[in-house]
T-cell receptor, first 114, second 111 residues
Framework: EPEVTQTPSHQVTQMGQEVILRCVPISNHLYFYWYRQILGQKVEFLVSFYNNEISEKSEIFDDQFSVERPDGSNFTLKIRSTKLEDSAMYFC????????????FGSGTQLSVL | GESVGLHLPTLSVQEGDNSIINCAYS??????FIWYKQESGKGPQFIIDIRSNMDKRQGQRVTVLLNKTVKHLSLQIAATQPGDSAVYFC??????????FGPGTRLSVLP
């Protein structure tokens, strides 16, 4: 079965540093998402992306966050100046359609901000 | 605001028994529901889905029941196995909107 792949699986960074989390969604999917999960808490929506632009974002997704689809396969999440509270598992997901079909999740990137 | 929640945060069952995980939702506009399974260190994996025009759907060893009258969703796992140990999330999706995940129930299968 096709899958969403994320790299790296673990990322350790110093507070204030920029990080880029990478994702390769399933090739024929049109909608892309980033979610995060702080340890022991529920999965929280960050942003959705369609047709090369953000379609929706949550209040978590502030000016420190940005997303990009630099080519036909990658989908990235950038955090410009990381804070301690950005430490979480970040999941990329994709879907062939929005709100009508299941999301396929990657295995996540564990981000630790020191 | 609208939210999805779970009745039981943890559930322990004996291997071989049936498991029932419950979820309450509050958005009456939700027309699509999904159960995800999350094993430690992994991303959520799709288990089964159901649309609002159905009240029951069966998969392999799993059944999802939807009661729209009381806005309740349940996941039944038959003959629970050690590999079923995980956190289970329900998600509701109002038409054309993003998924809203519940907080999760941890299922522990006892030998």
């Amino acid at each position: 079965e096709p899958e969403v792949t994320q790299t790296p699986s673990h990322q350790v960074t110093q507070m204030g540093q920029e990080v880029i989390l990478r994702c390769v969604p399933i090739s024929n999917h049109l909608y892309f998402y980033w979610y995060r999960q702080i340890l022991g808490q529920k999965v929280e929506f960050l942003v959705s992306f369609y047709n090369n632009e953000i379609s929706e974002k949550s209040e978590i997704f502030d000016d420190q966050f940005s997303v990009e689809r630099p080519d036909g396969s990658n989908f990235t999440l950038k955090i410009r100046s990381t804070k301690l509270e950005d430490s979480a598992m970040y999941f990329c997901a994709s879907s062939p359609d929005r709100g009508k079909e299941k999301l396929f999740f990657g295995s996540g990137t564990q981000l630790s901000v020191l | 605001g609208e939210s999805v929640g779970l009745h039981l945060p943890t559930l322990s069952v004996q291997e071989g028994d049936n498991s029932i995980i419950n979820c309450a939702y509050s958005n009456s506009a939700s027309d699509y529901f999904i159960w995800y399974k999350q094993e430690s260190g992994k991303g959520p994996q799709f288990i089964i889905d159901i649309r609002s025009n159905m009240d029951k759907r069966q998969g392999q060893r799993v059944t999802v029941l939807l009661n729209k009258t009381v806005k309740h969703l349940s996941l039944q796992i038959a003959a629970t196995q050690p590999g079923d140990s995980a956190v289970y999330f329900c998600a509701e999706i109002p038409y054309g909107q993003n998924f809203v995940f519940g907080p999760g129930t941890r299922l522990s299968v006892l030998p």
